[in-house]
């Protein structure tokens, strides 16, 4: 019996190996997010640029539609714009049309993402307006008197009792509004309500399936814009602020290692042995 090449050894190599190999490279990034760069859409980099460009003390509004059904297209978004702002000198509100996105409000800014590990302090850097089910209507009549909606925070107390409130009325005191939706024709609110009346400079965050409907406002109308959970992975390596989203594109770029690795190794064998065949014939 001849004695095995190093290509039949190659060839027989336990695959169960590189299995092990495999669930180890995906689980690194789920345990702890690395960030290895990715491509980065315009529309990302736009989003962020705009948040990054503003003047320190600036006013960012959001309007927060989140829902629990779909947090998990959009979570890496919501908690990658958080970090950013919270990093930066801003005066940010946030308000909730939905019921559900004060309960994630409650869920990532008070413990995922807490203002004060930045140095922020409630009423003084943000705030927050709490839940009412404004609609078109709604934001229309914020824009114009935001007291005349809300008139107290979501503690109950009055607007005009919150230092930051003081000097913010309408759309006129706002320098930013981030308009998060996940109804794919809601986008057409923010463009009724807020860019063609006021001209003001907005974003827009959305599912990935309603990201052709904002991309024929983008970059007139909108600024820029994120649509499903892959933009979310884009903002937080391009913010810095790793999370789920990179964890999720870490351990596919990593998973694929184990891929790569049994097709060279099947590649190397095969070829090996048949150019030892071959020459083995010609001598």
Request: charge should be negative; hydrophobic fraction near 45%.
């Amino acid at each position: 019996m001849s004695e095995k090449t190093i290509w039949d050894k190659i060839a027989e190599f336990d695959i169960r190996w590189i299995y092990l190999l495999t669930i180890i490279l995906i689980v690194i990034p789920v345990v702890h997010p690395l960030g290895i760069p990715i491509r980065v859409s315009k529309p990302v980099k736009d989003f962020y640029k705009t948040i990054d460009e503003l003047p320190p003390g600036s006013v960012v509004a959001v309007s927060f539609r989140g829902s629990l059904g779909l947090l998990d297209e959009q979570e890496a978004q919501f908690l990658a714009l958080w970090k950013i702002l919270f990093q930066r000198d801003l005066k940010v509100i946030f308000y909730s049309p939905t019921a559900d996105g004060e309960i994630i409000l409650d869920m990532h800014l008070g413990k995922k993402v807490r203002p004060e590990d930045y140095g922020k302090k409630y009423g003084i850097d943000y705030v927050r307006l709490g839940y009412a089910p404004i609609g078109e209507p709604g934001e229309a009549a914020f824009a114009l008197d935001i007291r005349s909606v809300f008139p107290t925070d979501y503690k109950g107390t009055p607007l005009d009792e919150i230092p930051m409130m003081k000097n913010i009325n309408s759309w006129k005191d706002i320098d930013l509004l981030i308009f998060q939706h996940t109804a794919c024709t809601d986008v057409e609110i923010v463009i009724r309500q807020w860019v063609v009346p006021y001209n003001m400079t907005v974003l827009t965050m959305t599912l990935g399936c309603c990201g052709p409907m904002t991309a024929p406002y983008y970059p007139k109308m909108i600024k820029g814009f994120l649509s499903g959970s892959i933009a979310g992975a884009e903002l937080e390596i391009i913010g810095g602020v790793p999370g789920p989203g990179a964890a999720m594109t870490d351990a596919k770029n990593l998973g694929i290692f184990g891929l790569i690795v049994s097709l060279i190794l099947g590649n190397l064998a095969y070829w090996g042995r048949r150019l030892s065949k071959e020459g083995g014939e010609q001598e």
